[in-house]
């Protein structure tokens, strides 16, 4: 964590010093180094950073505001749980930006792209075989993420962007608690995916659509067993 708030200082050099500490603790409770349902040592974390405690206190806030951490009375700051509401909100969101980026990029994908999709294929096959879960989802989030930005509208990245952390935190989840006990997910998972690039390239737009929502129900039926 010390290692990645002195990048941010160095990449942000005039930014408010609470800020940055923010950043650095939502990065941490994204990429489940903090865990659900975790006590934050705020102490502990003041002396690691060597930065002041009130600092420390006033990022927990602002994380407070964004539902990452609550507080429990005489007890501190606590990481949220992950929750079944939440995961069912951000995959109707999913559901609604996915799939109609997806049918606008089908429109007018070109040879260059497809390349791009069949290389990242390849690259999640690899991790298929070797049973490396935490980097198959992030291959699978350069994915999907992948649709989004080469759909080319600027409304729909934003959208987007509003979500993909909790994505990505739920995802994440899932490649630590769910894939070594569930091994036919991943290789469902990775069939799906070669289904919605077969689509994008033959130009099956009605259809694009219905594989990637058919894709999201799917993460989420199987997470949703695991929280």
């Known amino acids: 964590m010390k290692k990645l708030l002195k990048q941010l200082i160095e990449n942000n050099p ?5 800020k940055l500490v923010y950043k650095c603790l939502y990065n941490e409770i994204i990429l489940l180094h903090m ?26 806030m602002m994380l407070l505001k964004d539902g990452l951490v609550q507080i429990l009375s ?10 079944i509401a939440e995961l069912r909100d951000v995959t109707a969101a999913r559901k609604i930006i996915e799939p109609n980026a997806a049918k606008l990029l089908c429109e007018k ?9 069949n290389n990242l294929l390849t690259l999640m096959d690899n991790t298929v075989k070797k049973s490396d879960y935490q980097e198959y989802k992030k291959l699978d989030e350069a994915f ?9 509208n600027e409304s729909i990245i934003i959208m987007y962007n509003g979500i993909v952390d909790t994505i990505k935190r ?3 989840y899932a490649a630590v608690n ?13 069939r799906q995916h070669c289904n919605i690039v077969k689509s994008l390239e033959n130009s099956l737009i009605d259809n694009v659509g219905i594989l990637l929502r058919n894709h999201i129900d799917s993460d989420e039926r199987v997470i949703n067993l695991h929280i």
Do not use: W
């Open 74 to 83: 005489n007890k501190g700051f606590f990481v949220s749980e992950l929750n």
């Open 170 to 172: 739920y995802a994440l």
């Open 14 to 18: 005039s930014e408010a010093t609470v």
């Open 144 to 152: 999907h993420r992948t649709i989004i930005n080469f759909c080319g």
């Open 109 to 117: 994908i070109t040879k260059e792209q497809i390349d791009i999709f």
């Open 35 to 60: 865990l659900p349902g975790s006590k934050m040592n705020l102490l502990k974390i003041s002396n690691e950073l060597n930065v002041s405690g009130t600092t420390v206190r006033d990022a927990a």
């Open 178 to 190: 769910l894939y070594k006990k569930d091994t036919s997910y991943i290789n469902t998972s990775f």
